[in-house]
């Protein structure tokens, strides 16, 4: 196993209490798996993902561990948690396109973080240019400033740099978001390579966007008011997802060749509830069109099929029947 | 700098705000004006705003000095022409001593605030005005008029006020607070226009702009309704900063003698004080009290108007 | 790049020529004329008042059409000869601005330098260590809100007349003559220490706040946090920070020139330190309206060559402007 994640709670603090994006999270992500992280927004996704490198300020652990190759990360202690980033975890943020420092050409950059982590640029100078070629960008891009390069090439820069000491976790957040739908494709075929190189052990991709994760993800792992809704294999989630978000989810989804003159695009109705103040029991309830008694009582995420985990009554009820 | 005259040169959004946050007309890089607003329900405004130290300091304190500049003039038990004895020291009956002529130094200091406030006040609100006007066309309009816009307050910028202020004074013999007033608005509009300006710019590119052009509203009601209120608070900020801002540089200029010919003002006190020897003679008090009295008023706006960031800006919120 | 520059060069031809103009516009467009208001001063007979007239309109060309007088000032302009003072006739006002701007500048640019630079580490400093903002921000608001004219009292009242620390007026003893002593120096910097700190201490606090704000700004972007999720030392995400705030702080330094040299006119002034601000003062009290009006000039040339100057830096600084594909509008 590369990542653990175990009954992970954090809190965001605010005037009127604490509100837990991140409530009793647990999943766990192996070696060469690239596991995409789905949801709405506001699930939490984002606060799970990029606490896993670094707590922004305002946030709190509130109970969990996360270990990494056998090793417990101290996620609450930023000074502690500085030897991992990079080197054993790394982050491709959501907000790519500016993450680059404008007044800096990007090789002093490349250079000045590296050192941070008492590596020298020479060193790993040609890695760089080749992986750079590896994406697409020629190494001038080393000679530029970040505002001389469109967002696109931004992007695959941040991509270079964050992977570029090999981490064992890398964390994608909403990478393909900004972008048009071949230019998804494309980097969604990046991330995979790189996995397939080794340059990233394991991989955990944040989108809200199904389609790509049904693309280059291994696992998908669904979130619902921070909460886990389901996890399992792509083809499975894609196929045939059992929890009933999961399912509603993939049926809102626009299909190839079907006319919506005949058939009206259905979303789910209703909305997530506020995270300030979430109700007992199942969250995604009052929205559910199978919810009944029970479900006030909130369902444990339990494997209902070997490698197919659910937190949901009706359906380990329904497996356990059959 | 107390009494500069800044404004925010053009640059990508956010990078405006923070600029427009590190210029203001009091010192190039002073205080207070952070990025723009999202318009929030005032509700929120107020909750905030109650519980804002810094805000209510300010408040508290430059309502003292107004409240000092209304009941003054009347608790005052002299007029401040009336004439006395010279040279008094601060005394139960005068309460701040008296000048060289025999003026009762208090009733000049409560008069003084009233002139103070009432030039700062002109300089602000001419100063918004044409800043405002301005900055709003030029942001939204773009295009030569932009450029034209921006080439003027270059210039503007250029020419040192009090300089300019000298070489006039030096022809034009009486001057009233109405000129006064109106010179400060008239040489601090263009850090108004730029900062508008900017924001303006930042706000135009909005997709609710968009919209509101699509359904064919005129521009001028488009920046009235949809634009103006986004930059609500910041706007509000700007104002409070230009009558910090106006007040000392009022104070500069009658210090040099170069304020209003008739009245007395709290630069003025200054000015006697200087031409009449109270440094040498240690008559302190009659310096001390209009030098501390105008600090303390413009100081209060200044850290009113960081609370008011604060409440309208919840990055700002140290919790 | 070049269009930078032009459009900068642009900006200065025109505001020499408005501010000439003005300089120029301001005594002959109001009522009277200079020698009229000149010689309001005295009680003179008409008979001697109507020859003093035409003899001084003649020397000062007052007495030629408006147009003609303009055309006049422009050549002498650009020749550099800014007229003939009237009260110290017949020094050449070129010649008596030569002698102040020594002092001015001895007060000027050690004021502004040292009071950004420090201010600049105040800030930035301020901005992450709470303790320090506690200090600091308090104490900058306070200095940047003091009125000049009331340091420029305070600061001689107390360290001159009453713990007589420092001389409160003038460049230098006038027990002494100028020579290249110790002696002499000393003195000097005696006189010179506190029409300095006035205006020194005033701009201090503005760029304290300032540069606290931005760093603060900063240190939250988007690009602080990529370094550090990335495991960029905070001293890395700092001195980055610092660099991206020092450049709106660079061109407030140009826009705030003007305040500065105001507050330095007051300085002197108060002082009666020798310079520019205290031979303005003089000019007025004595009605040398052409001296007046050739430091005005003067002091424009002088702010247009520190923006230029400031420009040339802020290009050398961001690479933005350098390389940018628009032009810049800084």
Same mark, same amino acid.
């Given at each position: 196993? *590369? ?10 603090? *605010?005037?009127? !209490? ?5 409530? #009793? ?10 596991? !995409? ?9 984002? *606060? ?21 190759? !056998? ?23 959501? +907000? ?36 750079? #070629?590896?994406? @697409? ?7 530029? +400033? ?5 967002? @696109? ?34 980097? @969604? ?55 009933? +978000? ?10 190839? !060749? ?65 | ?158 020419? %040192? ?28 509009? %263009? ?23 699509? =359904? ?23 104002? /409070?900063?230009?009558?910090? =801002? ?24 200054? $000015? ?33 108007? /960081? ?5 309208? $800006? %919840? ?5 | ?143 940047? &809100? ?107 330094? &140009? ?76």
């Amino acid at each position: 196993m *590369t990542v653990r994640v175990e009954n992970l709670k954090i809190a965001y603090r *605010t005037l009127a !209490g604490d509100v837990c994006p991140v409530d #009793d999270v647990s999943f766990s992500v192996g070696d060469d798996e690239i596991m !995409g992280l789905a949801g709405e927004s506001g699930c939490g996704k984002s *606060t799970l993902g990029t606490s896993l490198i670094r707590l922004e300020t305002r946030m709190a652990v509130l109970g969990g561990k996360v270990e990494l190759d !056998g090793v417990e990360l101290p996620i609450d202690d930023d000074r502690a948690m500085r030897r991992y980033r990079m080197k054993e975890i790394s982050l491709v943020p959501q +907000y790519a396109m500016s993450a680059l420092n404008p007044t800096r050409k990007i090789r002093r950059l490349a250079a000045d973080l590296l050192r941070c982590h008492g590596v020298g640029y020479g060193e790993i100078a040609d890695e760089l240019r080749r992986r750079l #070629d590896l994406v @697409g960008l020629d190494a001038g891009v080393l000679d530029r +400033y970040p505002f001389e390069l469109s967002g @696109g090439m931004r992007q695959r820069v941040t991509l270079v740099l964050s992977t570029l000491l090999n981490p064992s976790l890398l964390i994608a957040d909403e990478v393909t978001s900004a972008l048009d739908v071949s230019t998804q494709r494309a980097v @969604g075929e990046l991330m995979m390579e790189f996995r397939d190189r080794r340059f990233v052990k394991s991989m955990i991709a944040i989108t809200h966007d199904l389609s790509i994760l049904a693309q280059i993800a291994d696992s998908i792992l669904v979130m619902y008011a921070g909460r886990l809704a389901e996890k399992a294999g792509s083809d499975t989630i894609v196929n045939s997802p059992l929890h009933p +978000y999961t399912q509603l989810l993939l049926a809102s989804l626009p299909a190839v !060749g079907v006319r919506h003159d005949d058939t009206t695009l259905v979303g789910i109705p209703g909305r997530p509830p506020p995270l300030s103040n979430p109700p007992a029991g199942c969250r995604f309830a009052d929205r559910c069109p199978f919810a009944y008694a029970r479900c006030k009582e909130q369902p444990p995420f339990t494997e209902v099929r070997p490698g197919h985990q659910v937190a949901c009554w009706k359906v380990a009820e329904e497996v356990q029947a059959a | 700098m107390s009494d500069s005259l800044i404004d925010a040169p053009a640059g990508s959004g956010a990078e405006q705000s923070a600029v427009a946050a590190s210029l203001t007309p009091i010192g190039a890089g002073a205080a207070g004006l952070a990025s723009p607003h999202v318009v929030r329900r005032g509700g929120e405004f107020v909750h905030y705003a109650v519980r804002n130290p810094k805000l209510l300091f300010g408040l508290a304190l430059e309502a003292l000095f107004v409240l000092g500049a209304i009941i003054g003039p009347i608790i005052s038990p002299h007029n401040a022409t009336d004439l006395f004895r010279s040279y008094l020291h601060p005394s139960a009956q005068h309460w701040l001593g008296t000048n060289n002529i025999g003026n009762d130094l208090f009733a000049q200091l409560v008069y003084g605030l009233r002139d103070s406030y009432l030039v700062g006040a002109l300089g602000a609100l001419c100063a918004s005005a044409i800043g405002m006007a301005l900055g709003f066309i030029a942001g939204y309009r773009g295009g030569w008029l932009d450029e034209v816009l921006q080439m003027v307050t270059n210039i503007m910028v250029m020419i %040192p006020s009090l300089v300019l202020l000298i070489v006039i004074g030096a022809y034009l013999t009486t001057r009233g607070v109405l000129f006064e007033g109106v010179f400060i608005g008239l040489t601090t509009w %263009p850090w108004v226009a730029r900062a508008v300006r900017a924001q303006t710019f930042t706000l135009r590119s909005r997709d609710f702009v968009d919209l509101a052009r699509l =359904s064919g509203k005129r521009p001028a009601a488009i920046v009235v309704r949809d634009i103006a209120p986004n930059m609500a608070s910041y706007l509000f900020l700007v104002v /409070v900063l230009l009558f910090g =801002s106006s007040m000392l540089l009022a104070a500069s200029y009658d210090f040099l003698g170069l304020g209003p010919t008739n009245g007395i003002s709290l630069g003025t006190m200054m $000015n006697q004080a200087m031409l009449w020897s109270a440094l040498q003679l240690h008559t302190w008090w009659w310096f001390v009290a209009p030098g501390v009295v105008l600090t303390g008023m413009v100081v209060a706006l200044l850290i009113a108007n /960081v609370g008011l960031d604060e409440v309208f $800006n %919840p990055k700002l919120r140290s919790q | 790049m070049r269009r930078y520059f032009s459009r900068k060069l642009l900006t200065y031809v025109l505001t020499f020529f408005v501010g000439a103009t003005v300089d120029w516009g301001i005594p002959h467009l109001m009522p009277g004329n200079p020698v009229q208001l000149y010689l309001s001063n005295f009680d003179l007979q008409p008979a001697g008042y109507a020859s003093l007239y035409k003899t001084m309109s003649q020397a000062y060309g007052t007495n030629l059409p408006l147009w003609d007088q303009y055309l006049h000032f422009w050549d002498g302009l650009l020749h550099a000869n800014l007229g003939v003072s009237i009260y110290d006739f017949p020094s050449e006002v070129t010649t008596l601005i030569w002698h102040a701007l020594p002092y001015t500048l001895a007060l000027l640019v050690p004021a502004i330098t040292l009071s950004y630079m420090l201010g600049n580490r105040l800030g930035a400093l301020a901005a992450r260590r709470k303790l320090l903002d506690n200090t600091v921000l308090p104490v900058g608001y306070l200095f940047q &809100a003091t009125p000049y004219p009331w340091l420029a009292l305070a600061l001689p009242f107390l360290l001159g007349y009453v713990w007589h620390v420092f001389p409160i007026s003038g460049a230098y003893s006038n027990t002494l003559l100028p020579a290249l002593s110790l002696t002499f120096f000393w003195s000097l910097l005696d006189h010179w220490f506190l029409p300095f700190l006035t205006v020194f201490l005033v701009s201090l606090g503005g760029w304290a706040i300032g540069m606290r704000n931005l760093v603060i700004y900063e240190l939250e972007n988007d690009s602080s946090r990529y370094l550090r999720a990335l495991g960029g030392t905070e001293r890395l995400v700092r001195k980055y920070a610092y660099r991206n705030a020092s450049l709106p702080q660079l061109s407030g330094l &140009a826009l705030a020139l003007g305040v500065v040299i105001g507050g330095n006119i007051v300085a002197e002034i108060a002082f009666q330190y020798p310079g520019l601000g205290f031979l303005i003062y003089n000019a007025i009290e004595r009605e040398d309206y052409f001296l007046l009006q050739g430091i005005f000039i003067f002091i424009i040339v002088g702010v247009l060559v520190a923006n230029f100057v400031i420009d040339i830096i802020y290009l050398i600084v961001d690479p933005r402007t350098r390389l940018s594909m628009q032009g810049a509008t800084a």
